[in-house]
């Protein structure tokens, strides 16, 4: 079974992270290749020509046609951290190599900060994620569901569109034997066909094949110009047949791990960056190896949040 695959493969150890990625200076080097695999560009006059001030972590690089200086993080998610970048290293590490997620309070225990600390870590990790998954749209054969956080999964139409809960379109993409390939998870205001019109131009590419159960608003994948197959299931509950298998199963997932990961998650105001975290995870989820030097790049060129995060 693939599931095993995925379960048994070597994941990255602690001794080996830490030969790669234990000191500043090994940390500060992984985030330059990064942000500048060609080399340093000055990010006000593009000269590449430059000279470094300092070392580590807090070197500068000063551009020689303009004078001005750049530091290793400056414009990313991680400027004007207090924090070492091993500490945010180590925290990329465990949150990718962690099967179910990492709660905040689990990320404060591990790296022996402070729990808002924690809490910010992650969430700035999350969105992090989050860029990068916004950045690639599914296509091919594609799975289309209603989903929704902060309350029991409903078992039909009834439940849908109920209050205090966050509304999400959770899609698979699928390769050949009907195996999930990419997913997506994404925030919508509702089950409108004005938002699956919007999402669908958003994260769909032209001639996906959407196939989906009966509820209205999905006919609007065809805005994106997309391949509408709705599914009549007449009494059967669409999440029993067996085309839904992949959706149910990456949703029944995605419960456990905000189960136990995210209890006190405010949903409403954070649930699309751990959607998309989640989902990143997932679609990387073969490699797990990996994963921890690819996240690393998409922390190190992640944007920072505007406006800033307060907390
Ligand atoms: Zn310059």
Redesign the pocket.
């Known amino acids: 079974m693939t599931t095993n695959h995925i379960q048994f493969q070597p994941g990255m150890s602690i001794p080996e992270f830490l030969a790669s990625f234990g000191t500043e200076a090994q940390c500060a080097e992984a985030v330059r290749q990064a942000r500048w695999p060609q080399g340093f560009r000055?990010p006000?006059?593009?000269?590449a020509e430059h000279y470094v001030v300092g070392h580590g972590a807090r070197k500068l690089f000063q551009?020689n046609?303009?004078?001005?200086q750049t530091s290793l993080t400056a414009g990313s998610l991680m400027e004007h951290t207090k924090l070492p970048l091993s500490t945010w290293f180590l925290a990329i590490y465990l949150i990718s190599q962690a099967k179910t997620g990492l709660s905040a309070l689990a990320l404060k225990r591990q790296l022996g900060v402070s729990y808002p600390t924690a809490w910010l870590l992650h969430q700035k990790i999350n969105r992090a994620m989050a860029q990068r998954e916004d950045t690639h749209r599914l296509r091919g054969a594609v799975q289309l569901d209603d989903a929704y956080l902060g309350g029991e999964r409903s078992g039909g139409k009834a439940g849908r569109g109920s209050e205090n809960k966050v509304p999400f379109v959770a899609a698979v993409s699928l390769y050949d034997k009907g195996h999930p390939l990419y997913l997506k998870l994404s925030m919508v205001s509702g089950f409108t066909s004005k938002a699956i019109s919007q999402w669908a131009k958003a994260n769909l590419e032209p001639g996906t094949c959407v196939r989906s159960d009966g509820l209205g608003c999905f006919t609007a994948v065809a805005d994106a110009g997309c391949i509408h197959m709705p599914m009549v299931v007449g009494d059967l509950l669409p999440r029993d047949l067996p085309e839904f298998k992949w959706v149910n199963t990456v949703l029944g997932n995605l419960k456990t791990t905000l189960a136990g990961a995210y209890h006190s998650l405010n949903y409403r105001k954070y649930a699309a960056n751990y959607l998309a975290a989640f989902a990143y995870r997932f679609n990387r989820r073969f490699d797990l190896r990996g994963l921890v030097a690819r996240l690393i790049v998409d922390v190190a060129r992640a944007k920072p949040a505007s406006p800033p995060a307060s907390e």
Do not use: A, I, W
């Open positions: 000055c006000r006059c593009d000269s551009c046609g303009c004078r001005h």
